[in-house]
């Protein structure tokens, strides 16, 4: 099957079902979704070979972890009953998630936290842990940092691969521009890297496009890939991020579910970027004021994972899709469809 048709056949997939799998039938391919504690919404496990929880925290002692809405945690790891082959993962982080610098500055706090760790994925039946530290050595998101924090992120892994095993995962959430980690070093310990490709842009410009085009104003998601290969990590442990969301002008909203941005109308025109690959809206007059994904984007999304050899795909967040599953849909039978 040639590509274009592979592409129509993910696209039209996304009507319907999910078509059931496993990770093995993915050939061991992740379909990753972050599912939050603020939401309601229970995922469907046919869609899904891994959940990430979000979030857990750093403990304000520095030294354990602090889990938001245990109980949906709970909720969550209850679906593997569903699904035998589900991997469900506790994320501890976020933006604006603190205390990373200082909990990581100490041989004592790394391996108290790591240990912590190792209690909370027995306790809880995870089968492994996300950090989401954004990002060492920054304090845009108005949490400490220090120029250590590169090395001490390096320490943390190994202390916490240390601490749940081999057999558990660990795996971490990066910016799209690979930058605030030494990946030569951590990669080592890690199962896979998490490629936050989105939010690299606002209007008039895409937040998510796959390739670089007049409406890119900072890096899109193919560039993103190449500066993680770049930097030391191997295609095959690579998971590109999706977003099932927006970024849209004043008069809309900064950030829009997708589920949301159906429900717009009025003077403003759907169009669609040859060139980035990806949708968007504009008003009357052209003007871009929202870019975002469908199931068109994700499924050339998906083609480009399978043909660049990446572990697969995540998505923020499951809630935001709506109520049919279009983008989930779109993710787990673009991935499925290429096999």
């Known amino acids: 099957m040639n590509k274009i048709k ?13 078509v059931e799998a496993n990770n093995e039938d993915l050939g061991g391919k992740v379909v990753l979704a972050y599912v939050t504690s603020w939401s309601q919404v229970m995922p469907d496990p046919s869609c899904i070979t891994h959940i990430n929880y979000a979030f857990g925290h750093v403990t304000d002692s520095f030294d354990g972890v602090r889990i938001d809405n245990e109980e949906r945690l709970r909720q969550i790891v209850s679906l593997k009953k569903q699904k035998s082959s589900l991997k469900v993962m506790l994320s501890i982080g976020g933006w604006g998630s603190g205390r990373f610098s200082e909990m990581s500055s100490t041989e004592m706090n790394r391996k108290a936290f790591a240990k912590d760790c190792q209690r909370i994925v027995k306790t809880f ?17 108005g949490i400490s940092s220090s120029p250590n924090d590169t090395k001490n992120f390096t320490l943390l892994m190994k202390a916490i691969r240390k601490a749940i095993g081999k057999k558990k995962i660990l795996s971490i959430a990066t910016a799209a521009s690979a930058e605030y980690i030494d990946f030569n070093g951590v990669t080592p310990y ?18 998510a496009g796959l390739y ?24 095959g442990k690579l998971v590109l991020g999706i977003p099932f969301y927006g970024r849209g002008t004043k008069e809309l909203s900064d950030f829009m579910d997708y ?4 429900k ?7 169009d669609w970027d040859e060139t980035a690959k990806v949708p968007y809206m504009k008003d009357a007059s052209g003007r871009f004021v929202c870019g975002y994904e469908d199931a068109r984007s ?6 480009y994972i399978m043909d660049n050899n990446l572990h697969g795909a995540m998505y ?11 983008l989930r849909k779109a993710v787990f039978n673009g991935i499925n469809s290429k096999r």
């Open 6 to 18: 592979m592409i129509i056949v993910a696209f039209l997939l996304a009507c319907v079902s999910c």
């Open 212 to 235: 670089r085009s007049a409406n890119i104003g900072g890096i899109c998601a193919d560039e993103a890939v190449k500066a993680h290969i770049k930097a030391g990590v191997p295609a």
């Open 298 to 303: 994700i499924a050339i999304k998906c083609q």
């Open 125 to 141: 039946g995870l089968d492994g842990i996300d950090i989401d530290w954004e990002y060492p050595t920054s304090s845009m998101s």
């Open 264 to 270: 717009i109308g009025g003077e403003y025109i759907r």
């Open 190 to 207: 890690l199962d896979y890297v998490n490629i936050m490709s989105y939010d690299m842009g606002n209007p008039p410009y895409h937040h």
């Open 316 to 326: 923020w967040e499951y809630a935001g899709d709506d109520e049919n599953g279009t």
């Open 259 to 262: 589920k949301d941005i159906l």
